[in-house]
């Protein structure tokens, strides 16, 4: 832990020193260089040194004077007890930094004054008084700037938090959607098996069960994946239609015309379940000879289009009132919460004839 701790402040000492540093050298330069234009006379080295090493207190302070900006930040400045511990931090500093001044220029004598013209107890004071609206003024300054890094650092960590708050919570939300269309399609297979019961079809009844029964194995040993293969979800959805089939019979009849190299995309898990049922249920069941249903992907410009076509009636102008089932409204609401407005689902009579679902969403392996 001590090492974690001497890690993380070693990047702030190096600031806090280059900073001053800076400061330190602009005092010290400007100066010197003025008062050499102007003709003055003075021990120019010794000048510079001292001017240079006189910011030496505040940037040793500074570390001091942080963390009692982070302990007393100017938000809770109206208890007495922060505004007398600041002022004494800045007295305290301020008479360390005039005593070191002084001490300076008694030693180094930057202004070539006779040598005991001045004692180290005047200059001390001399130096702390001249220099107290200045001492005011440096300390009020690092206290801003601390309270503007912290309020930037608690401003970033509220930010990532929030941020995997959201995650969690989409997360949740689709394991919520995804969970609704399980039952629901569980519900209508299970409706399928009993009609075939019910015409005595007992051998394809148990056929179904016998598909649905390894359809949802598969879906549970995948359950935690919000995204797949489009090659694992063309198999999910072809093992529907298998099941739809027993079904059926001749009655229905589909294609899947997809490349091998749009198998790898990721597409939301059980994303094309539900759009096959509603071109079975709203299709091929309202048509007495049954039909077609053909699934087919492309990629352009970065995005991977899936289109489930069948050759069954129109939808009327009113569809989506009488027609949108939870299956299609969960579907928009996934994709909502996986790519927001990142994706574009239609359904829509075709020309030629029949209905398309078109799903397009950006193409990532």
């Not at 922060?82 to 008694?106: F, P």
């Not at 359950?223 to 529907?240: G, I, K, N, T």
């Not at 077609?292 to 050759?311: C, E, K, Q, Y």
Request: net charge positive; charged share 20%; glycine share 6%.
């Amino acid at each position: 832990m001590e090492s974690i701790r001497t890690r993380a402040e070693s990047p702030r000492w190096i600031w806090i020193a280059a900073i001053w540093s800076g400061v330190g050298l602009f005092d010290a330069t400007q100066n010197v260089v003025v008062m050499r234009a102007e003709g003055m006379h003075h021990a120019w080295t010794s000048l510079f040194l001292t001017l240079l090493l006189s910011w030496l207190p505040w940037a040793l302070a500074t570390p001091l004077v942080l963390r009692l900006g982070r302990q007393y930040p100017p938000v809770q400045w109206r208890s007495f007890s922060a505004w007398g511990t600041h002022l004494a931090a800045c007295v305290g500093i301020g008479l360390v930094s005039a005593a070191w001044i002084a001490a300076l220029e008694q030693l180094l004598n930057p202004w070539a004054k006779p040598p005991g013209s001045e004692s180290f107890a005047y200059l001390w004071l001399l130096k702390f008084y001249n220099g107290l609206l200045s001492y005011l003024i440096l300390y009020g300054a690092i206290i801003l700037i601390s309270y503007m890094l912290e309020s930037q650092k608690r401003l970033a960590r509220q930010q990532t938090e929030t941020a995997r708050l959201n995650e969690q919570l989409s997360k949740a939300q689709l394991n919520s959607l995804r969970r609704q269309i399980e039952p629901h399609f569980l519900f209508n297979s299970l409706n399928a098996v009993a009609g075939l019961v019910r015409e005595r079809r007992n051998d394809a009844a148990v056929s179904m069960i016998t598909d649905l029964s390894e359809f949802l194995r598969r879906v549970v040993k995948d359950s935690d994946r919000q995204e797949v293969p489009l090659a694992e979800e063309l198999e999910f959805a072809q093992r529907y239609l298998d099941i739809q089939k027993v079904r059926f019979a001749e009655r229905l009849q589909f294609s899947v015309d997809v490349p091998r190299d749009l198998f790898a995309a990721h597409v939301p898990s059980l994303i094309l379940q539900p759009m096959v049922e509603n071109a079975v249920k709203h299709g091929v069941s309202k048509r007495v000879q049954g039909g077609v249903i053909r699934i087919t992907a492309v990629r352009s410009h970065g995005m991977l289009t899936l289109s489930v076509w069948n050759d069954g009636p129109s939808l009327g102008a009113d569809w989506e009132q009488g027609h949108s089932g939870i299956g299609i409204v969960n579907v928009r609401t996934r994709l909502q919460g996986l790519y927001g407005d990142g994706f574009q689902f239609s359904i829509q009579n075709q020309k030629s004839g029949g209905v398309e679902v078109l799903l397009s969403l950006p193409f990532k392996e």
